[in-house]
Nanobody
Framework: QVQLVESGGGSVQAGGSLRLSCGAS???????MAWFRQAPGKEREGVAT????????YYIDSVKGRFTISRDNAKNTLYLQMNSLKPEDTAMYYC??????????????????????WGQGTQVTVSS
């Protein structure tokens, strides 16, 4: 079983940047990995996904052009670079890993049900 540990969250003003990291203790190559977020009173949503074998990323529309998901295979670490942050990005951010369930475009699923390994989360707060 893979253990995932997130870090890098914090409080920033709107327009600022943060980089989240997710260190994995087990073998993750060949899996789908993703960043999800959950704001108070809202459902958990997939923000960005990446297929570790091919590196093909997926982003939800609200973060396209602002967030970048990447992975350092040598360090077994997943990243989420978040730029031009907005107050609506405020949420708990979770790293997740799961089997390679790919859509028609070769990108990984953004549904929580397709991921079976989760980190504990890191809080991101963006003030206006």
């Amino acid at each position: 079983q893979v253990q995932l540990v997130e870090s890098g969250g914090g409080s920033v003003q709107a327009g600022g940047s943060l980089r989240l990291s997710c260190g994995a203790s087990g073998y993750t190559y060949g899996r789908c990995m993703a960043w999800f977020r959950q704001a108070p009173g809202k459902e958990r949503e997939g923000v960005a996904t990446i297929y570790t074998s091919l590196g093909s990323p997926y982003y939800i529309d609200s973060v396209k052009g602002r967030f970048t998901i990447s992975r350092d295979n040598a360090k077994n670490t997943l990243y989420l670079q978040m730029n031009s942050l907005k107050p609506e990005d405020t949420a708990m951010y979770y790293c997740a890993a799961g089997p390679p369930r790919l859509g028609g475009r070769g990108t990984c699923s953004s549904f929580t049900r397709d991921y079976n390994m989760w980190g504990q989360g890191t809080q991101v707060t963006v003030s206006s």
